[in-house]
């Protein structure tokens, strides 16, 4: 069969900067190449609790974290599906905050929305109005807005909605667990879930989420939720270590090999290590803006920008994908601009194991593309 589809797995590193899937480390790809074992057997449950201590580090959590062979968006259905049976609120302001709550219609319940432009975040005092005029079993909000690179105030956001006893939280952290700060525990999250391929530095295919008691205890109410998605069973089977289903052994390999890289790093030192980058991105588009003369702006306002993806808006007469496809000629791989903003905006994925090194260099080769000083 021809291979020409495929990456060669000679590239070189650090040219990868997609918003997800991000680059993986050699070491963590050669993890997946150890044999099968009983799923159910000892040396299963011996490595899951291992990924627990792991997971609980990465997440600030006590929790049990369930291991789901999903994308994020299962575990966006599995949070709707276990919260609410008749009416829940999404807080939208991008594609994938849209997408909970299409998953939320989806599923049969009543929908509301609560929404702001693209590229702009909420304001905590607004949900807290909007609480006050309807009753909601849960509340969706996502965390690091992928398409537009906005970073939600989430421990606020929570804050105001845990002042209605019965609405749960539910946060999408895809692009934020492991790259941007997130307190689990501490910011009160009912259901908080993230994906394997964005800050985590790991191939698709795992979705990981923390389910509060509160969670848990209108799970064994709710019906109609499903099978494969019952987080009640989740937790009867991570109590056991065990998976509700067959796991993708596999990528719980290289999970283990990349929660070690994690564990060396720090959780914080790695939330810093993002946020480095990101401001080293932003400052770099306030330079060619006004030094350079290249009308660039970052799309998220000051204060409410994530660390590990900028989406930047482009000059009128200047195409995202053209942008995208130059550098892809040079050896360089970044976003284009992710649904209605495809052709407006690039996106820079500065998540993972990424380096300050690795950034800058993709900066110069990007400032000459776009003509920079």
Known sequence: M??????????TPGRFFLPGPTEVSRSVLEAQARPMMDHRGKHLKALVRELQEGLQAALLTERPVFIGTSSGTGFMEAGVRNAASQRVLSLTNGAFSERFAAIARACGLTVD??????????????????????????????????????????????????????????????????????????????????????????????????????MLARSETVGAKGVYFDLVEYQKQIELFQTPTTPALTLLYSLHAQLETMREEGIQARWARHLEMAVRCWDWVARMREQGGVALEVLAPEGFRSPTVTCISLPEDVEGTRIVGAMKDRGYVIGAGYGKLKDTTIRIGHMGEHTMQELDTLLDVLEAVLGGP
């Open 113 to 214: 929305t609560l929404s702001v432009e693209w590229g702009e975040g909420h304001d905590p005092e607004m949900v807290r109005r909007r609480l006050g005029e309807q009753s909601y079993e849960a509340v969706t909000v996502c965390h690091s807005e992928t398409s537009t690179g906005v970073l939600n105030p989430v421990a606020d956001i929570a804050r105001v909605i845990r002042e209605h006893e019965n609405t749960l939280v539910l946060v999408d952290s895809v692009s934020g667990a492991g790259g941007a700060e997130l307190r689990t525990d501490e910011w009160g999250l009912d259901w908080l879930l993230t994906g394997s391929q964005k800050a985590f530095a790991l191939p698709p295919g795992l979705a990981f989420g923390v389910a509060s008691e509160r």
């Open 2 to 11: 021809a291979e020409a589809c495929l990456p060669d797995p000679s590239e």
